[in-house]
């Protein structure tokens, strides 16, 4: 965990307050957020998550309590929240040597999943666990990029003005 202080721009002081920050990482396969299943139970249509969808949530949160273990729900319900989220995508095995440090160097994974579908495994992930509801989140970035090693990095920090 960092803690990272701000500065008052209209003072040019040290402000009072700390902007708290949390960095993780979920090594694997970046899993995105499945579409509901149904089925009927007694009569009725029952919605519910994919095993792999909620098995790679599980894992997101283990790797946030293994980092913060002492700290869970380290936001209080009404504080906003930054999220950064990169995700790294593994090179195919079939790809050339020149093609993969092209990839790396150069290139974008523009192939399924999409961004946003990623941001809600790992959001819907963390609801309960760093903070009380992802409807906190108020800015958002995901970058998608080719790696050998297939992982996502987060970083969440509370946004203050």
């Known amino acids: 965990m960092r803690a990272k202080q701000g500065r008052d721009s209209e003072k040019g002081t040290e402000d009072s307050f700390m902007s708290e920050s949390v960095y993780f990482i979920v090594p694997g396969e970046v899993i995105a957020k499945g579409r509901p299943r149904f089925s009927m139970v007694g009569g009725y249509a029952k919605a519910y998550t994919p095993k792999r969808t909620s098995d790679y949530e599980k894992k997101v949160r283990d790797c946030y309590l293994a980092e913060v273990p002492y700290q869970p729900m380290k936001w209080s319900n009404k504080e906003?929240?930054?999220?950064?989220?990169?995700?790294?995508?593994?090179?195919?095995?079939?790809?050339?040597?020149?093609?993969?440090?092209?990839?790396?160097?150069?290139?974008?994974?523009?192939?399924?999943?999409?961004?946003?579908?990623?941001?809600?495994?790992?959001?819907?992930?963390?609801?309960?666990?760093?903070?009380?509801?992802?409807?906190?989140?108020?800015?958002?970035?995901?970058?998608?990029m080719w790696s050998e090693t297939p992982k996502a990095e987060i970083t969440i920090r509370s946004v203050s003005r």
């Open 80 to 144: 906003p929240l930054e999220i950064v989220l990169n995700v790294y995508v593994e090179i195919p095995k079939s790809a050339s040597k020149k093609a993969k440090t092209e990839m790396l160097l150069h290139g974008y994974p523009t192939k399924k999943s999409d961004c946003d579908n990623y941001l809600k495994s790992i959001c819907d992930a963390l609801n309960g666990v760093a903070y009380s509801d992802d409807c906190q989140i108020v800015i958002a970035t995901v970058n998608k």
